[in-house]
């Protein structure tokens, strides 16, 4: 399961900003989810360096057929 999950009720996405920010974080997560590989847990923070949220990653579990 791949979940990600991050605030935007702050600062960083006022003045219609909000498009740009996401997309700011969205690539942020990209680079750091390819240059880490496997992981179980990233923090996700705003571009004023705040803990908004959490990316997550768990192995898939698979059921027999």
Do not use: Q
């Not at 240059?35 to 898939?60: C, K, Q, V």
């Amino acid at each position: 399961m791949f979940k990600i999950h991050f605030d935007m009720s702050n600062e960083a996405f006022d003045d219609f900003n909000g498009a740009t920010e996401c997309g700011r974080i969205l690539r942020d997560l990209a680079e750091r989810i390819e240059e880490s590989g496997w992981f179980d847990y990233l923090p996700i923070r705003d571009i004023n360096g705040n803990t908004i949220g959490e990316l997550t990653m768990s192995a898939p579990v698979w059921e027999d057929e």
